[in-house]
């Protein structure tokens, strides 16, 4: 199980990319930390172990 914004889920072995296709986010659009460090979006090919604490914030434009 990896831990993702404080809820378990069973993603353990997928890539950053692949969790935030999952999810429906936009990469271009989105940062995530794992154990505390950010993630480059150039390591989005990284693979989450059990365990992973992970934040993804999504950012939204508005005026």
């Given at each position: 199980m990896?831990?993702?914004?404080?809820?378990?889920?069973?993603?353990?072995?997928?890539?950053v990319a692949e969790l935030l296709?999952?999810?429906?986010?936009?990469?271009?659009r989105t940062a995530v930390m794992i154990g505390g460090d950010i993630v480059p979006k150039a390591d989005y090919g990284r693979a989450l172990a059990e365990?992973?604490?992970a934040d993804i914030i999504g950012f939204v434009g508005g005026g």
């Open positions: 990896v831990t993702i914004n404080g809820e378990q889920k069973d993603c353990a072995g997928m890539t296709q999952s999810m429906k986010l936009d990469p271009a365990g992973d604490e």
